[in-house]
């Protein structure tokens, strides 16, 4: 049976690259091209993430909120 599940709400670092980049992923490496997001995870693991899909998941947080689970 199917269910429903929402992402636990956290807060991540990332940033836009500006260059293309080879980032070195738990799945192996994967290209990030100009414009696209690099997210760190929240063991510390690094992915590229597509501009369409990063603004569609994550929103901009206050300057002070720690990067921990909001749980």
Known sequence: MKQRFMKKPIVI???QT???????????PMKASVG?????????????????VFERTY?????DTELTSYL
Do not use: H, M, N
Not at 18 to 28: S, V
Not at 59 to 63: F, I, K, R
């Open 18 to 28: 500006d260059k293309e980049l080879i980032i070195q992923t738990l799945e192996g």
């Open 36 to 52: 696209d997001w690099i997210i760190t995870g929240i063991r510390g693991e690094q992915y590229p993430c597509k501009p369409d």
């Open 13 to 15: 670092e990332a940033f």
């Open 59 to 63: 929103q901009p947080v206050s300057g």
